[in-house]
């Protein structure tokens, strides 16, 4: 706990490492406790999530896990091959993409110009994929807030359970909802905040695969066992803080940080990023 708390103020002790010809970094000891046995991210799957490819007969551990990555990247990368472990039929739901007219002689004319082909590649932050592969027993979480009253909000996490064309049935994992059965609906999304010329609407489901998740989504979650990939160091304030304290134990933290530059004498390091002048 102190090891935690100092990580969280910026006072665990940090030593300038050579990573890279004449690249120093400051890197904090991650303690030996922590790291991973795994060699590889396909057998680090296997420690966080055992007999994985079963989940539906018995997902109540699935509640009470999950490993969590610093990039988006690397979340639709672990929950991917999460997918692929797992057995049973799967589930293909393509979105509709078109671009919302308006008087905008540059809107206007997109909307004929550009094929289809290229808005199902668009990928933004906060709206899910064109292409949502699911499977019964699939981790997932909600991207928008349905029904708060009903415990669908933003980051409320579900299993799969049903499917139908238009509406898939999903059991809640977590809140005060946790175990009722619901229903998810298509609904549309058109992000405001995006470099395109044009603006922009997706159709379809509002979740996205969650057997991973960002260290940032993580916030304010309570498990009971937790992985954190790390092929990169975090890159924001008190992220490894987060990753840390979402459980109660370092017994119950399993880490996995890629790459020998940051390996020395059977001791791992990582960066830390701590803005102490946030506590002043």
């Known amino acids: 706990m102190n090891y935690l708390l100092r990580i969280g103020d910026g006072l665990e002790t940090a030593v300038k490492i050579s990573i890279d010809e004449n690249i120093m970094e400051e890197l904090i000891e991650i303690n030996n406790t922590m790291i991973s ?7 680090f799957i296997e420690e966080v999530y055992p007999n994985i490819s079963n989940i539906k007969i018995d997902s109540s551990y699935a509640i009470e896990r999950t490993i969590l ?8 990368l672990i929950n991917n091959k999460v997918l692929n472990k797992i057995n049973g039929q799967e589930f293909v739901y393509y979105s509709a993409d078109d671009i919302v007219v ?3 002689k540059f809107q206007s004319s997109a909307h004929n110009i550009l094929p289809g082909e290229y808005l199902n590649s668009i990928t933004l932050s906060g709206i899910p994929p064109h292409k949502l592969v699911l499977k019964e027993g699939a981790v997932v979480m909600l991207m928008r807030n ?22 898939i049935e999903a059991e809640i994992i977590t809140g005060v909802h946790c175990h009722e059965r619901v229903f998810i ?3 549309s999304f058109i992000p405001s905040d995006t470099q395109l010329p044009f ?27 937790v992985g954190i990939f790390l092929p990169q160091p975090v890159f924001s304030h008190g992220q490894l803080y987060v990753a840390l304290s979402r459980v109660s134990s370092e017994s119950k933290i399993c880490i996995m940080i890629e790459g020998e530059k940051y390996k020395r004498s059977n001791k791992t390091f990582t960066k830390n990023i701590v803005y102490n002048e946030i506590f002043n």
């Open 185 to 187: 609906p298509m609904i």
């Open 37 to 43: 046995k795994s060699t590889n991210l396909d057998d």
């Open 146 to 167: 349905l029904n708060p009253s009903l415990g669908l909000c933003n980051g409320t996490r579900l299993i799969c359970k049903s499917f139908a064309p238009h509406l």
């Open 102 to 104: 308006s008087s905008d």
């Open 199 to 225: 603006e922009f609407k997706r159709r379809q489901f509002p979740i996205r695969p969650a057997f991973a998740m960002t260290i940032n989504k993580a916030q304010g979650q309570t498990m009971k066992f």
């Open 69 to 76: 990555t610093a990039k988006n990247d690397d979340v639709d």
